[in-house]
């Protein structure tokens, strides 16, 4: 739902032929931070084909159609993916939404035709960046969640419960929504790398690699600490996680069923922060979790790299380095069955 990925200013990656819960390069982080999206976004040496491309194929310098390292017309598999609530959606090689699960309020029904950069699946609707860095979202609407700016120049997106907030090109951080607890009220002055809506709470990282949290603060989840620079944040429910510039995991607020207790000596690419659980890759492409393994949501499939993770409420998704789509855990609506590509 709320990936916190090394970076980019989007949430979803672009990794070869496939990625995450994020997107094409926009830019990268604070040099105060210390760490590049090259770090983020290299797939790990499996000895793998380029991910998404047949076996042999992705010599450099390939006319891709904007995907790196495959020849035009043998993109497959997927750029980016995205754990809501009950559904699930993730970008296509070629740049189209697609989405799987509950479909209750239109979540899971993205806009024909439309193409995107980047996808974040929130509780019950879904919001995107297009091509043309305008925000589109679809489903629940209620408290204007999914009604967002018509300005364009987005970089990064973050469906949450009941609001969403994105990132301008200019740095600003935007939100829209339900604004109960002061969530949708991001602090004005300061410049934004990214952002993070969570259920009651938003959180972000700066320009100057400092993590900043508004909106209800029980349990702490709204107070990151102040001793580290940060490169990447996610904002799960009652918790919120983080990667410092050393790429440690770091997380405060509520740590029942130890989802705040990230595991030690680790170092992480990617977290995402869900209601009862967090998940990480790791730097050789391990995906590691911590917190409740309800359904096995916490449960990932051994010995498979990969270069995403994305926390659902009861499931999990990730991209393998192949650029196929995995998810694990609860199933009912089917949001733990991506489709094949």
């Not at 799987?100 to 995107?116: D, L, M, R």
């Not at 699946?121 to 043309?132: E, L, N, R, V, Y």
């Not at 995906?287 to 499939?301: E, I, K, L, Q, T």
């Amino acid at each position: 739902m709320k990936t916190a990925r090394i970076g980019w200013l989007t949430t979803v990656a672009f990794i070869g032929c496939g990625g995450s819960d994020r997107s094409k390069p926009q830019a990268g982080i604070p040099h105060s931070a210390g760490v590049d999206e090259t770090i983020a976004g290299t797939v790990p040496d499996t000895g793998a084909a380029t991910p998404g491309c047949p076996d042999g194929d992705g010599a450099p310098g390939a006319d891709t159609g904007g995907a790196p390292g495959c020849d035009e017309g043998d993109l497959r598999g997927w750029q980016g993916i995205s754990a809501g609530h009950s559904h699930t959606c993730g970008i296509t090689a070629d740049d189209h939404a697609v989405c799987w699960g509950g479909n209750g309020h239109g979540e899971a029904s993205p806009p024909e035709g439309a193409t995107f950069t980047h996808v974040s699946a929130g509780f019950s609707h879904t919001c995107g960046i297009t091509i043309d860095a305008t925000v589109a979202c679809w489903g629940d609407n209620d408290g204007g969640r999914a009604t967002a700016p018509p300005d364009s120049g987005f970089t990064q997106v973050s469906a949450g419960y009941f609001h969403t907030c994105g990132v301008t090109h200019d740095g600003r951080a935007v939100c829209w929504g339900d604004n109960g607890f002061g969530r949708a009220t991001p602090p004005a002055g300061l410049d934004f790398e990214t952002v993070s809506a969570g259920w009651r709470h938003t959180c972000g990282v700066t320009t100057e690699g400092v993590a900043i949290c508004w909106g209800s603060n029980d349990y702490g989840r709204a107070s990151p600490p102040r001793d580290a620079a940060f490169a990447a944040v996610s904002a799960g429910y009652n918790h919120s996680c983080g990667i410092t510039a050393d790429r440690r995991a770091v997380c405060w607020g509520s740590n029942d069923y130890g989802r705040a207790s990230p595991p030690d000596g680790v170092r992480f690419t990617e977290l995402s922060a869900s209601r009862f659980r967090t998940c990480g890759v790791t730097l050789d492409g391990g995906v590691v979790c911590w917190g409740s393994d309800g359904d096995g949501a916490a449960s990932p499939p051994d010995k498979q790299p990969f270069t995403a993770v994305s926390a659902g409420r009861f499931h999990t998704c990730g991209i393998a380095v192949s650029g196929d789509a995995l998810c694990w855990g609860g199933n009912d609506h089917g949001q733990a069955s991506p489709p094949e590509m």
